[in-house]
């Protein structure tokens, strides 16, 4: 099993920034690739940025220029940097990793685990 550790989030102007963390935490797993996703209030969550254990990044028009996601390998960590905050940026955010997870005995197979989610308020 993997959990996902979320810190970051909290109230900020815009222009601001906030960085937000997801560190992947558990035993016999790899990482294939992580991301941040969104869900503003009455909306559908949605992508915003991904980036895969060799570093190839992903991210929604949106966002480009002003957010930056990194990923630590050996401490399994994520990072999303968000600079020129928006008040539409403002949504919760949830980590997703895609994990490779293997047993004892050898086998291996794919998982995906989401975050609990953490609030990032951009005030006008």
């Known amino acids: 099993q993997v959990q996902l550790v979320e810190s970051g989030g909290g109230l900020v102007q815009a222009g601001g920034s906030l960085r937000l963390s997801c560190a992947a935490q558990g035993s016999r797993f790899s990482i294939n690739a992580m991301g941040w996703y969104r869900q503003p209030p009455g909306k559908q969550r949605e992508l915003v940025a991904t980036?895969?254990?060799?570093?190839?990044?992903n991210y929604v028009d949106s966002v480009k220029g002003r957010f930056t996601i990194s990923i630590d390998n050996a401490k399994n960590t994520v990072h999303l940097q968000m600079n020129g905050l928006k008040p539409e940026d403002t949504a919760v955010y949830y980590c997703n990793a895609d994990c490779v997870l293997y047993s004892a005995g050898g086998f291996r197979w794919t998982a995906d685990y989401w975050g609990q989610g953490t609030q990032v308020t951009v005030s006008s």
């Open positions: 980036i895969t254990s060799g570093g190839s990044t």
